[in-house]
């Protein structure tokens, strides 16, 4: 009796472990099938992919190349050699030492007037609105006037210059029903811009942006220590490095699309940002 109560015992020890095991190995397929080996598949098509986009000669314009996205997206952009014209388009001249950036032009705007601007924004295929302040920095007036008027009266002038493929930096969480003005306007704007009907509308949602920001924002900076902390699947699911968000941008308007709206949350962005590895 002793001797069969413990084989059973023994039995459903090992079936526990023959189900963990189970589980484990299935988990490890569906690791290898999902990000890995797709980030494999893109390895062998990016170089082909930008070589092609290449051959195109298109031009581009970059909204907001003074803040830490923008800056980093000039950089990449010129690295990776994908435009044949680049032009920054800003509130304030730019200055750059580097011999990379001197075939960069430079429209400086009034966004206030921007319609007396509408030639700085004729003649680009490819456009990025990496523009936004924040409400502690500008008021909620000032911060609906930049994240949704400025965008969208820019977003406008490019459509009617003759941009085919819009990319708006957005936020994760963006929802025009949102209870938060942040959340809300980002929402709103990104639904406005859609009804611009560009040939190509892309939509980023980056989580918490992970840089080494310029300007003091003590409460982002807490963000991003507690973000330090957490194990790193917790923290890629709230936050990315901006220059992740950059390469996820390129990497994605290299590759032809038929779709007329997508949307790039803050999961496909780490995955589209890493995908040749980097
Ligand atoms: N911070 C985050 O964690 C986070 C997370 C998700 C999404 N986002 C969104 O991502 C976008 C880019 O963020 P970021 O942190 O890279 O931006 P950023 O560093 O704050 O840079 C913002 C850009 O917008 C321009 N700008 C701000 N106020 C302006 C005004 N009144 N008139 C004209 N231009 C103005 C700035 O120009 P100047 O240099 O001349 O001021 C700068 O080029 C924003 O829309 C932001 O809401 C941010």
């Known amino acids: 009796m002793r001797w069969s109560k413990s084989l059973s015992a023994g039995a459903a020890v090992a079936a526990v472990a023959a189900l963990v095991t189970a ?7 569906d690791a290898g099938q999902g990000t890995g080996s797709s980030s494999m598949a893109e390895t062998a098509t990016l170089p082909k992919l930008r070589e092609d986009f290449r051959m195109q000669n298109k031009s581009v314009f970059i909204l907001g190349a003074s803040g830490e996205t923008g800056r980093v997206l000039l950089k990449e952009i010129l690295e990776q050699s994908l435009f044949s014209k680049v032009t920054i388009i800003g509130r304030r001249k730019l200055t750059f030492d580097e011999e990379a950036y001197k075939n960069v032009n430079q429209e400086v705007v009034d966004f206030e007037k921007l319609d007396d601007y509408a030639s700085a924004f004729q003649g680009h295929d490819v456009g990025f609105c990496c523009l936004g302040t924040t409400r502690a ?10 994240d949704r008027d400025y965008v969208l009266k820019s977003a406008e002038l490019a459509k009617a210059g003759g941009c085919k493929h819009f990319n708006l930096q957005s936020s994760k969480g963006a929802d025009k029903s949102s209870s938060f003005l942040y959340l809300q306007v980002k929402g709103e704007v990104e639904d406005r811009v859609e009804e611009l009907k560009f040939d190509r509308y892309s939509i980023f949602r980056p989580g918490v942006l992970l840089c080494d920001r310029q300007e ?12 330090g902390c957490l194990p790193a699947s917790w923290a890629n699911e709230h936050s990315v490095p901006v220059v992740t968000v950059c390469r996820a941008m390129l990497n994605n308007a290299v590759r032809p699309s038929d779709k007329k709206r997508e ?11 890493k995908a040749d590895g980097s």
Do not use: M
């Open 23 to 29: 589980l484990l190995l299935l988990w490890c397929e």
């Open 137 to 146: 920095r500008a008021g909620a007036e000032g911060f609906v006037r930049v």
């Open 216 to 227: 003091s924002r003590p409460t982002e900076w807490l963000v991003r220590k507690f973000f």
């Open 263 to 273: 949307v790039v949350d803050n999961t496909a962005i780490h995955s589209l940002g």
